[in-house]
């Protein structure tokens, strides 16, 4: 009976070390995983900007030309965008900032501000709209880029020829 209990207890042991060995590697095999998903799910063309909040102003270079944006980071800021607004100063604009670069396209909705619009990724110009007009139910436009963009910039009307501003051109926040 005492060796029969000596085998159970040494099958209970190397039973209990292998369930260990078991979890061990399960957990290390879990966390390769996990993690392996974590870095599939983030895309490489993404706004990584988390110090930026809506309503913030940061000034921007763009073609290596300085304009002091605000910032419209929610979906609610993003929405409301400039309109109802009837003047920008010139040097000042919007930019708005994308978790995920995508084709978004902007609109002329309430918007009394004649604009130009650039959309941005990874740092570079991809897509310009000059001369957005003034909205009205005659002139209401929407613009569908041809490019992916994380960031794109509204500004005065004038800016982009003013400036020489082309496809290519850099972009760069400015701390």
């Not at 063309?45 to 605000?70: R, T």
């Not at 609109?107 to 007009?133: A, Q």
């Not at 929407?142 to 960031?151: D, G, L, R, S």
């Amino acid at each position: 009976m005492k060796n029969f209990q000596k085998g159970a207890q040494g099958t209970i042991v190397v039973m209990l070390i292998a369930l260990l060995v078991l979890v061990f590697v399960l957990q290390a095999f879990a966390k390769k995983v996990f993690f392996q998903t974590l870095k599939e799910e983030v895309p490489t063309k993404q706004a990584v900007v988390p110090y930026l909040s809506d309503g913030m102003f940061v000034d921007v270079l763009v073609g290596g030309v300085k304009v002091n944006a605000e910032i419209a980071k929610s979906a609610a800021k993003r929405t409301k965008g400039l309109s109802k607004r009837y003047n920008l100063d010139e040097g000042k604009g919007m930019l708005f900032v994308f978790e995920k670069a995508g084709k978004y396209p902007f609109w002329n909705k309430d918007t009394y501000i004649p604009l130009d619009i650039l959309w941005i990724e990874n740092n570079k110009v991809v897509h310009i709209l000059e001369g957005l007009p003034v909205y009205n139910e005659k002139t209401a436009i929407t613009e569908f880029p041809k490019a992916e963009a994380n960031f794109v910039l509204e500004v005065s009307e004038g800016f982009v020829k003013k400036n020489n501003i082309k496809l290519g051109d850099s972009f760069k926040l400015q701390n």
